[in-house]
Every structure is written in structure tokens, then in C-alpha cells.
């Protein structure tokens, strides 16, 4: 529910900002507001946010009960691994570009060349790395969420 947005006198704040967020099991989410009066506000915002959830207002407690994943519902947030995966990727490898550009700046200024492709290589190998665990992650992750 990080992406749920409240209107708060006024201003959209974040759920978190204006509620107590709790799981009392795997399947529920309970939002008790602060204040009663952003009851409303609240359920507004969890049917706007288009996550799929229909909330249950009891009057001092917000339910929202999870629905079981469906097919489509699972490849969906496979999508959204694979892309997070790759961000995570091109984040990786323009730190590759900066770290190669700061060696070349040094060797400018006078780092020699041999020490200097000790540097690149070392920095591919710990990119290399972390590219291949972010690739194991995001596989496992993809594995466990198409698992019924």
C-alpha cells in the first residue's frame, strides 16, 4: 500500500502518514486512521490506487482482504521483476562507466598503465558479480511468484 495517496486537508500524503498499517494475517491488511474522520479518505484512496483491492470500512478499522493471485495477476508482477531487474542492471553498469572513468581521469594524472588495468578488471569482475546475483535474485523471485 506504499503507493496509496490520501487527501489530507487538502494535500495527497502517503497512507503511512495518516494511518497505523498492520497485517493481523497473510491474507488482511488493517488501516486504522489517526484521526476517524479519514475513514473515507482513506478507502477513496485504496479503490483510486487501482491495486485491485476492495476495502471494508467497519467504522474504525479499514479491512482489506487480499485476493488469491491470479494467472494474469502473477504475470504481471513478473513483468514488473524483470523490469525492476533490469534497473537494477543499467544502475550497475553506469557505476562500471563511472568507476572506468575516474581510473582514465587517474591515469591522467599519472596512475600507471598496469595498475590501471588491474583497476578495470577488478571492476568488471565485482560487476560481473553483482549482475549475476541480481540475475539469481530476480529468477528466484520470478520461480517463486509463478509457483501456485
Do not use: C
Not at 21 to 26: E, I, K, L, R, S
Amino acid at each position: 500500500l506504499d503507493a496509496v495517496k490520501v487527501e489530507y486537508y487538502g494535500n495527497l500524503v502517503p497512507l503511512s502518514q495518516v494511518a497505523n498499517v498492520n497485517t493481523p494475517d497473510a491474507k488482511t491488511i488493517s488501516i486504522q486512521p489517526w484521526e476517524k474522520t479519514m475513514l473515507q479518505a482513506i478507502e477513496k484512496g485504496i479503490i483510486i490506487s487501482n491495486l485491485g483491492f476492495n476495502p471494508s470500512n467497519d467504522g474504525s478499522v479499514i479491512r482489506v482482504v487480499l485476493p488469491p493471485l491470479t494467472e494474469e495477476r502473477r504475470k504481471d508482477i513478473v513483468k514488473k521483476v524483470k523490469s525492476e531487474a533490469e534497473n537494477a542492471k543499467i544502475t550497475i553498469r553506469n557505476l562500471r562507466k563511472d568507476a572506468n572513468e575516474n581510473i582514465k581521469r587517474l591515469q591522467k594524472e599519472g596512475l600507471p598503465e598496469d595498475e590501471a588495468k588491474t583497476a578495470e578488471t577488478n571492476v568488471q569482475k565485482t560487476i560481473d558479480l553483482h549482475i549475476k546475483k541480481v540475475d539469481e535474485l530476480s529468477a528466484a523471485k520470478e520461480a517463486e511468484i509463478m509457483q501456485i
